[in-house]
């Protein structure tokens, strides 16, 4: 009988801690709210650090500084990409990252598919910070060589919509913006 109480209890500890756990954000863009669903299981760590700067609004301003038809939507920098703060230079969007150290590379098989939602990097794979790119469409040679930590559940048609950028770096001359994150509870 203390088995079977000690399980059930064990159970209902279980089950509340996943119902509190945040697992989706919303991302606010002039064109609508696209809603993302976050793999905690797979990218734990990575998950997390898009929850801290996202609590704490780092991504509120943060524009889109590198779009490439077909490819992906970039994302994040919010050293010098946020159009809210003094050290903002659009030239520079892209380059920075937050005052949080770089993570450790959680790759997973999960595909890049249209609207998988992956941590950008530099060469280094251990290099992820606070930049996330959107895949606007299938992009397997990017699988397994960066963390993928989410998924676009609605919304895409609104990530379709974000300007894009010239030549084959994408970089946007009058980028879009993330209005606003927010975790959906």
């Known amino acids: 009988m203390k088995k079977i109480l000690l399980i059930f209890v064990i159970t209902i500890f279980t089950n509340l801690k996943l119902m509190a756990m945040e697992n989706k954000i919303l991302i606010?863009?002039?064109?609508?709210?696209v809603e993302i669903e976050l793999f905690n299981d797979s990218a734990p760590k990575h998950v997390e650090r898009i929850l801290t700067l996202s609590k704490?609004?780092?991504y509120d301003g943060?524009?889109?500084h590198r779009v490439i038809e077909g490819f992906m939507a970039q994302t994040g920098d919010v050293e010098f990409g946020n159009s809210k703060k003094d050290s903002f230079n659009l030239d520079r969007a892209g380059t920075g990252s937050s005052s949080l150290p770089d993570l450790k590379s959680e790759f997973s098989n999960i595909p890049h598919e249209r609207g998988t939602v992956s941590m950008a990097r530099s060469s280094?794979?251990?290099s992820g910070n606070s930049q996330f790119f959107i895949c606007l469409e299938a992009a397997p040679h990017l699988d397994r060589q960066y963390t993928v930590f989410g998924k676009v559940i609605n919304g895409m048609e609104f990530v379709?919509?974000?300007?894009?950028?010239?030549?084959?770096?994408?970089m946007v001359s009058n980028p879009d913006k993330i209005i606003s994150i927010s975790i959906k509870k």
Do not use: A
């Open 28 to 33: 606010k863009l002039d064109y609508g709210t």
């Open 56 to 58: 704490n609004k780092e």
């Open 62 to 64: 943060v524009v889109f």
């Open 124 to 126: 280094n794979p251990h």
């Open 160 to 170: 379709d919509k974000i300007k894009k950028g010239d030549g084959p770096n994408g």
